[in-house]
């Protein structure tokens, strides 16, 4: 019997020059630039081709959120920035990335043990690529952001060097750790409340205090308030359309019977992905109802559902959002998910970056009333959600949020890549600080440049858009 072949894993010292020798390939300072290459894809030509895959009556509002200013236009333009991206040179040294890594998408969740943790919150772009990816996208979004409150530019300059400051310095401090140390590390919100006692003014600490109390009250029973009526004695989801539809109303020719019967058998393979114990929490419920929602600016269009569920009685629900998972727009650039449903891509990613997740977060694929298979993935609609209010914060007060949003991607980087190789390419000076601190204002131009050409295709009847988009 031949004696099976095992590998060692590199040494420290192995892994310390992995990180020069991607240094001595593709120097930090080559991160610098931004210059709209020649041959760059028409952006407006861009969001029209994700469009074909959504829902057709929502994608005008999906246009008419990104309009609304230079920041939401960011937002919605993942695929935009990686088609950009993928023009540069790359590190070589791969992490899970996010995929949309903007400052918008770090936030309070209610981690298993209840209390409130930061971390990164949304994952529908994630798939494994060049680390610096994320880190470009962070920064650019700080930059985008600033502008839009409407610092000046040593004001988002000092930003934008913060927030990759903190990420170099993180990666390598816990390029020092023990795995299992990375692996549980995690910023609880008691933790940021302290330091932001010595460092916030008393109005912006009453606000941030204030925030926090919202996140930790959203929960099931907040949003069964907010969003379940009683007719008739049954408990039904609330109806305020585009923003809201009731599935009856979406499917009113089919039979009501045979699509709660449809889903139910749909909620028993969603139950597969889940751990035996979450299994048995979640067999507990019955399905009571189901809407379709409209969420955020990227996802405008893509198909997201609120499901009631309902435990012993009507006060004891759940209420759930199963949300559509269509292929990363990374993997044009960086190859296929090796998970054939994206859903599973979406929280395998997640699992991977968050130090603690959702129970109830799986995945399931659907056949689809109209016969069209699309994969989601599933998770509780409120649990502890909150974020920052960016339109109310001062140049210090985004600077300390870009330090938290630095450590926690630094974090989530070193879960799943090699922290000491990217510690190693980074250094201990700051010339990766600044190279990406320029790049900011430069991609920062071209998102403007980008803006506008939408508000063109607008304009001449392109793309058409809501003109009174609902809130």
């Known amino acids: ?19 020069r020798e991607a240094r001595s390939r593709v120097p930090r300072s080559v991160h610098r630039g931004w210059e709209q290459a020649g041959e760059r894809p028409d952006p407006v030509e861009l969001l029209e081709g994700q469009a074909l895959s959504r829902v057709p009556e929502l994608v005008p509002l999906r246009y008419a959120r990104m309009l609304a200013s230079p920041f939401t236009f960011f937002r919605g333009a993942a695929l935009l920035m990686a088609s950009d991206l993928a023009a540069t040179p790359r590190s070589g040294l791969t992490v899970q990335l996010c995929g949309d890594a903007h400052l918008s998408n770090f936030g309070t969740f209610a981690a298993p043990d209840r209390r409130l943790v930061f971390s990164l919150n949304d994952f529908d772009e994630t798939l494994p690529g060049p680390f610096e990816w994320d880190v470009k996208r962070l920064v650019a979004s700080f930059a985008v952001a600033g502008r839009d409150r409407g610092f000046d530019v040593t004001q988002r300059q000092g930003i934008n060097l913060a927030v990759v400051r903190s990420y170099r310095e993180s990666i390598r401090e816990l390029a020092t750790m023990r795995r299992l140390d990375v692996w549980y590390a995690r910023l609880d919100v008691e933790e940021i409340e302290a330091q932001a006692e010595g460092q916030l003014d008393p109005a912006e600490l009453k606000r941030f205090r204030k925030n926090v109390r919202k996140a930790r009250g959203k ?41 709660a019967g449809a889903l139910r058998d749909l909620f028993r393979s969603y139950r597969r992905s889940l751990g035996g114990d979450h299994r048995h929490l979640i067999e507990g419920f019955r399905y009571a109802g189901a809407a379709r ?14 499901v009631l569920m309902l435990g012993d009685d009507d006060a004891d629900p759940l209420l759930l959002q199963a949300k559509e998972a269509q292929p990363s727009v990374l993997e044009s650039f960086l190859g296929a998910s090796r998970f054939a449903n994206h859903g599973q891509r979406v929280v395998e990613g997640q699992r991977l970056m968050q130090s603690a997740s959702d129970v ?99 304009a001449s009847g392109r793309v058409a858009v809501f003109e009174d988009q609902p809130s």
Not at 1 to 19: D, L, N, W
Not at 227 to 243: A, K, S, W
Not at 398 to 417: E, I, Q
Request: aromatic share 6%; proline share 5%.
């Open 1 to 19: 019997m031949t004696p099976s072949v095992t590998h060692e894993p590199p040494t420290r010292e192995q892994r310390k020059a992995r990180g």
């Open 219 to 259: 929960d099931s029973l907040k949003a069964y308030g907010k969003l379940v009526r009683t007719v008739d004695g049954r408990p039904q989801l609330i109806r305020d359309p585009p923003m809201i539809v009731p599935l009856e109303e979406l499917l009113p020719d089919v039979e009501a019977d045979r699509v």
């Open 293 to 306: 929602k409209v969420v955020g600016v990227g996802s405008v269009g893509t198909r997201a559902w609120i």
């Open 360 to 458: 109830l977060l799986g995945w399931v694929r659907s056949g689809g009333v109209d016969g069209v298979g699309r994969d989601f993935y599933v998770r509780q609609l409120w649990d502890g959600k909150g974020s920052a209010i960016i339109e109310a914060m001062t140049p210090s007060t985004m600077a300390s949020y870009a330090r938290l949003c630095g450590w926690t991607l630094a974090r989530a980087h070193a879960r799943s890549g090699d922290a000491v190789a990217v510690a190693s390419y980074l250094g201990s000076g700051d010339r990766f600080d600044r190279s990406l601190a320029t790049f900011a204002e430069a991609y920062a131009d071209q998102n403007e440049r980008d803006h506008a050409a939408l508000r063109e295709a607008a």
